[in-house]
């Protein structure tokens, strides 16, 4: 394989620091993920997986090293709502909705389209909007639930609907952190199935601890360990990789 | 899914009653003090008018006071700062319409200034005594303060008990400020004494029944302006703001704008208030910037309901009866009842009166759903 160039690229990072009151989270960390690919993200607690999110979303400024999206955006320069309009989108570990809202309007604020309060006050709503609502909401297995309230749903369904979330901000790029913690099995295998489904359109990271299922993403994996790279590769060869049992599989 | 007319939609059933008791009272008060005879017990005495008044104007300052608290989570401990401000725009042009009628006689000063030997007007009064003017700056001067405030406060992220923090100590810095005499505006006695509002004596039934109807219009719009920014896609975002801040920014969304948008909104509003209070009361000073006078309207909006609009002019309302009817029964209590009625509040009663009325009504309805539900499902076997 090739090693990646900066120009055909989707996310690029290399040699990334950040240092937290003397404690390094992400150490010299690069990455580089393809157009359309998907690939998994897993390490042991406090390998700097949610720091690296933080980093690429524009929550935590890294301290040197370079982040590009699309081979040419410096990600480094913008706030967390300049790169949400640039198209990455962030799922997070704890799954964050709007609990006061339905689930239709849960996702209608999640559409692409204008974000400034003037457009919010006197815009008026547009009807292509509840068929792309009706379409996400297929996808994400949440059709019959459209109007009750998010605070309402299951675990897993608020999951779902963070995802769904996602997919109607329509991002080039998609973040999952952790989407199948506190999941029955059925819901797992459920999501790994979703996630592949999204990962036809779009490029996808998913950070996991669970590896059965990353097992069922099929994917490429990389195994972050202390804030840098430990190993990269299909799953069968990480989980064979000596350094990697050491660090996380065998404990 | 067909979308409702605008002004309809903004109506529910809540609201269509609010607005229907301001409009009653708006003309059955007036009716009541020109016509029953003064024995008659549904006459309105014109000091009970301008009480209402004032409390009217409080449930505005409550209703600006929940639009950032009820739905965008901003507990604000320093709303008083827009309504004292508001009072004192007002207030300024009360007294250059005193004109050479205060007690020194003199044509332009007013008597605190010549008392303090300054020889002339400081030039930020200029322009009080024309009234467009001075209506101007009741929505500018706070307006502006919540601008500048809210930009730097939400661009650095400030939120939670922080942010609570720092309102208090800006209503207080303030308070301190205006409480010298040097800034101009009469020191700790405030300004008062007001003979004329637009030609017509402050004193006179006619004046005060007419602040009183102005009070109620103020607080329909007020309302009109806060159910529709709730109501729309804005409100929506305002809301998602208060149950996921990072969510909605990941989302794409500039939160601190959202917040600008309604912190400043909201003081304009809390600024009216205040200049409809201060004529009606006769008097401002810088007592009213004090930290305890915004807390009180924390609690109005805890007590009738917060998010709801209507709850917190109710709150508003009822609680400044109970304090009118205790400072005269038990002064000493008062202070003691409000500390209580604020836990009572927070422990038994979260949602406030009209969030706890609403959600039995809702309970209610899904209880008879149920039942219809049920009894279908019977008749089907």
Not at chain 2, 105 to 131: K, R
């Amino acid at each position: 394989m090739t090693s990646p160039t900066l120009t055909n690229t989707v996310l690029y990072l290399d040699g990334v620091s950040v240092t937290f009151d003397g404690f390094r989270a992400i150490n010299k960390l690069s990455l580089a993920i393809a157009p359309g690919e998907m690939r998994a993200i897993i390490g042991p607690n406090g390998a700097g997986k949610t720091t690296m999110m933080d980093i690429i979303t524009g929550k935590t400024r890294p301290d040197e090293g370079e982040v590009f999206f699309g081979g040419m955006i410096d990600l480094t320069m913008l706030d967390e709502a300049e790169i949400a309009a640039l198209g990455i989108g962030r799922k997070f570990q704890k799954p964050t909705v709007f609990e006061s809202h339905t689930v239709a309007d849960n996702i209608r604020l999640a559409l692409a389209g204008a974000r400034s309060p003037f457009s919010a006050l006197f815009g008026a709503r547009n009807r292509i909007a509840e068929e792309r609502i009706d379409a996400i909401l297929s996808t994400v297995r949440l059709t019959e639930h459209r109007t009750r309230l998010a605070a309402d749903l299951s675990h897993g369904q608020k999951q779902w609907l963070e995802i769904g979330m996602l997919l109607a901000q329509d991002p080039k790029l998609l973040l999952v952190d952790e989407p199948v913690a506190g999941m029955t099995d059925a819901e797992t295998a459920e999501t790994a199935h979703l996630l592949k489904e999204i990962a036809h359109e779009h490029s996808v990271v998913v950070v996991e601890h669970d590896m059965a299922f990353v097992r069922d993403l099929g994917c490429k994996v990389t195994v972050l360990h202390e804030g840098s790279v430990l190993a990269e590769g299909s799953i069968d060869a990480v989980s064979a990789n000596e350094r990697v049992i050491e660090v996380y599989l065998g404990r | 899914m067909t979308r409702r007319p605008i002004l309809l939609a903004m109506l529910d059933g809540k609201g269509a009653i609010f607005l229907g008791v301001l409009a009653a009272l708006a003309v059955l008060v007036p009716l009541s003090n020109l016509f029953l005879p003064e024995t008659s017990p549904l006459h309105v005495p014109t000091y009970a008018v301008s009480l209402l008044g004032k409390y009217l104007s409080y449930a505005l300052l409550a209703l600006a006071l929940d639009l950032v608290w009820g739905y965008c989570g901003i507990l604000s401990l320093g709303h008083g700062a827009f309504f004292a401000l508001g009072g004192y725009a007002m207030g300024m042009y009360l007294m250059r319409q005193i004109g050479p009628r205060g007690v020194y006689g003199h044509p332009v000063l007013p008597d605190f200034m010549v008392f303090l030997n300054w020889q002339e007007l400081p030039w930020y009064w200029s322009g009080f005594d024309i009234f467009p003017f001075a209506a101007l700056m009741v929505l500018a001067v706070p307006g502006l303060l919540a601008l500048v405030f809210g930009w730097l406060a939400f661009r650095s992220r400030v939120t939670g008990v922080y942010l609570s923090i720092i309102t208090q100590a800006m209503t207080f810095a303030l308070m301190l400020a205006f409480f010298r005499n040097d800034m101009g505006l009469g020191g700790n006695n405030g300004l008062t004494d007001f003979k004329d509002i637009l030609g017509f004596s402050v004193q006179a039934q006619g004046t005060r029944l007419a602040l009183f109807v102005a009070t109620v219009i103020a607080l329909a719009l007020g309302y009109g302006v806060a159910r529709y920014m709730v109501t729309s896609t804005y409100g929506k975002v305002l809301i998602a703001i208060r149950d996921a801040e990072s969510r909605t920014r990941f989302l794409g969304y500039r939160v601190e704008h959202y917040k600008l948008v309604a912190f400043t909104v909201s003081a304009m509003m809390a600024g009216v208030a205040g200049a409809l209070y201060v004529p009606q009361v006769g008097i401002i000073n810088p007592s009213e910037f004090s930290p305890a006078n915004s807390i009180e309207a924390v609690v109005w909006v805890a007590v009738g309901g917060r998010g709801t609009l209507v709850g917190a002019a109710l709150g508003a309302v009822v609680v400044n009866m109970a304090k009118s009817w205790l400072t005269g029964a038990l002064p000493e209590l008062w202070l003691f009842a409000l500390g209580a009625l604020f836990i009572v509040v927070t422990l038994y009663l979260p949602k406030g009166i009209v969030g706890t009325l609403a959600e039995r009504r809702e309970k209610r309805k899904a209880t008879a759903t149920a039942k219809t539900a049920g009894i279908a499902a019977e008749a089907a076997e």
